[in-house]
C-alpha cells in the first residue's frame, strides 16, 4: 500500500513539474534562427543603397525563447534601431545581430551602405519618431518649412531641433548641415466625454489619475483567481472560433477547454511577483485577480516571461511582447497604475530576482516610456474592445485606456528615453512626469511564476 500511495506522489508531482514548468524546451538550432533574420529595408533601398529608416527584427518568429540584441559601429550614422542620418559621402555601416538561446550564442553581421547626399544636406521632420518629411537641398540653400501638420486635439506650435523644446527653429537661413526638425505640440481640451466618463473634460496628470481611480472602483464586482479559469474563455475568446482562446503574445488559437494549466494559465500583465501582494491562491480575492490584469497565456510561454518588465527585446531582463500585444499590454499597465494606490511605474530595468518580490516596496513595472510609445504604435483592436465589454459586464468596470487611448498622454506627457533624450508624446511639456527612479536592490527571491 505505501508503494502504491509512492507511486500516486510521484505521478502527480510529475504533472505538476509538466504543468508549471520553467524550463522551455527550444525547436530550432542557433543557426536556424540567425539564418532566417533579414533586414527589412524601406521600398527601393536595399543593404548596398539605404536612403531611408528601416525595421531590426527584434525578436525571432522561429524560437520564441531566442534573445536579440543589435550593435552598429557608427550609431551617428544608423542606430540599433534602424533610423538612418545620411551624411554628405556614402558611409559604410556595420550592425551586429547578437542571439541567445539559453547558454548558446552567436552573432550575424550585416554590412550597409547609407548613400551619401553628394554635396547636398537634408532637412528632416519628424512628429515623434515618424518621419513627415525630408527635403534635400544645395548648400546655403535657404530652408523653407512645410506645411503645419495636423493633429486632432492639438495645436501645431512649431519646429524645433529637439524633440521637446519651447525655442523654435528659425527659416529662411542657409543651411550648411543635416537638420533634424521635431513637431512641438501643445493639447486643446476641447473633447467632452459622455457616459461613463463623464466628468474627464479638461483633467490631466494627477487630476485625471484621481478621477480615473474613483471611477474603475465604483461598483467593482470583484472575483476570485480560480473563478478567472472559467472566465478567460469568455474574455479572450477567438472572434474566428467560439471553442477557442487567442493567447497573449503569439495570438496562438487554442482550445478554450481548462486543463488545470497544462496547455494554457493565467498570464498576469503586471506580474504577481510586482503587485505588492503574496503568490495568489484559487482564493485570492483582490488586485491579483483583476480580470483587466489576467490574460490566457501558452504556460511555455508564461514561464519565458516570468515577471520581466516589458522593453523592445526579449532577453534576461526583459520580455518583448509581439507587435501584436504591445498596446494590449501598455493599456493594461496602465489601468493597473490608475486602478490601485501606490503603483508605480519606471523607465528602469528592473531586476527579475529582487528582495522586494511580493511586498509592497516591489509594486513598480515598465519601461513606461515604451510602454507609452507601444500605446501609439499599436491601437486599440476589436478583440481589446470586445474584451474590456466582457469583463465590464463580469466585473462591472472598464480599462479606460481602451475606451480612451489618449488618456495615458494626457496623464504622463513627455518622457525621457534610454539616451536620456525625450520622445514627445502628446501634453507640451518640458519636464518628465511621473518618472520613479526607486530601483530595487538585487538580492535573489523567487521569481514570479502562477499555474
Not at 531566442?66 to 558611409?91: P, Y
Not at 550564442?105 to 551602405?113: H, L, V
Not at 509594486?363 to 466582457?390: A, H, K, T, Y
Request: glycine share 6%; with cysteine; proline share 3%.
Amino acid at each position: 500500500m505505501k508503494k502504491l500511495f509512492g507511486f500516486i506522489a510521484l505521478i502527480l508531482i510529475s504533472l505538476t513539474l509538466v504543468g508549471c514548468s520553467l524550463t522551455q524546451t527550444t525547436t530550432h538550432t542557433i543557426s536556424e534562427v540567425i539564418d532566417a533574420v533579414e533586414i527589412l529595408y524601406a521600398e527601393g533601398d536595399n543593404a548596398n543603397s539605404v536612403t531611408q529608416n528601416f525595421s531590426l527584427p527584434q525578436f525571432s518568429n522561429l524560437e520564441e525563447s531566442a534573445e536579440f540584441s543589435w550593435e552598429s559601429d557608427n550609431s551617428s550614422v544608423v542606430n540599433i534601431f534602424g533610423i538612418v542620418n545620411r551624411q554628405q559621402i556614402d558611409t559604410s555601416v556595420q550592425l551586429t545581430l547578437n542571439v541567445k538561446i539559453g547558454t548558446i550564442s552567436d552573432q550575424k553581421i550585416f554590412n550597409i551602405i547609407v548613400v551619401g547626399l553628394d554635396g547636398n544636406y537634408s532637412v528632416s521632420f519628424y512628429d515623434n519618431d515618424i518621419l513627415i518629411s525630408i527635403v534635400i537641398l544645395d548648400d546655403q540653400e535657404l530652408i523653407a518649412s512645410i506645411d503645419d501638420p495636423v493633429k486632432i486635439e492639438y495645436t501645431f506650435l512649431g519646429w524645433a531641433t529637439s524633440p521637446i523644446s519651447d525655442t523654435y527653429f528659425t527659416f529662411n537661413q542657409p543651411i550648411s548641415e543635416n537638420i533634424i526638425l521635431y513637431a512641438q505640440w501643445e493639447y486643446s481640451n476641447i473633447y467632452t466625454y459622455e457616459g461613463y466618463y463623464e466628468g474627464a473634460d479638461g483633467l490631466t496628470e494627477t487630476t485625471l489619475v484621481s478621477f480615473l481611480r474613483t471611477l474603475v472602483n465604483q461598483g467593482f464586482t470583484r472575483i476570485s483567481y480560480g473563478e478567472v479559469r472559467y472566465k478567460l474563455d469568455e474574455t479572450d475568446k477567438d472572434p474566428n472560433n467560439s471553442n477557442n482562446i487567442l493567447t497573449i503574445y503569439d495570438r496562438r488559437s487554442i482550445s478554450n477547454v481548462w486543463d488545470a494549466g497544462a496547455t494554457w494559465n493565467r498570464e498576469h500583465v503586471w506580474p504577481n511577483s510586482r503587485l505588492g501582494v503574496p503568490s495568489v491562491s484559487n482564493s485570492t480575492i483582490g488586485i491579483g485577480s483583476d480580470l483587466h490584469n489576467l490574460r490566457a497565456s501558452l504556460t511555455s510561454t508564461n514561464s519565458s516571461r516570468s515577471n520581466k518588465v516589458y522593453d523592445a527585446v526579449t532577453n534576461s531582463d526583459t520580455y518583448f511582447p509581439g507587435d501584436d500585444d504591445k498596446g494590449d499590454v501598455a493599456r493594461i499597465i496602465f489601468y493597473m497604475y490608475v486602478a490601485y494606490a501606490d503603483m508605480r511605474l519606471t523607465d528602469n530595468i528592473l531586476p527579475v530576482s529582487s528582495e522586494y518580490n511580493y511586498l509592497p516596496e516591489g509594486r513598480e513595472m515598465g519601461r513606461l516610456s515604451l510602454l507609452l510609445q507601444w500605446n501609439i504604435d499599436d491601437p486599440v483592436d476589436s478583440f481589446e474592445q470586445n474584451r474590456n465589454e466582457v469583463i465590464y459586464s463580469i466585473q462591472h468596470n472598464r480599462n479606460p485606456f481602451i475606451d480612451h487611448p489618449e488618456f495615458a498622454t494626457k496623464i504622463w506627457g513627455t518622457i525621457p528615453t534610454r539616451q536620456n533624450e525625450s520622445a514627445f508624446l502628446g501634453i507640451h511639456k518640458t519636464t518628465s512626469l511621473w518618472i520613479d527612479s526607486f530601483m530595487p536592490s538585487e538580492n535573489v527571491i523567487n521569481a514570479n511564476y502562477i499555474c
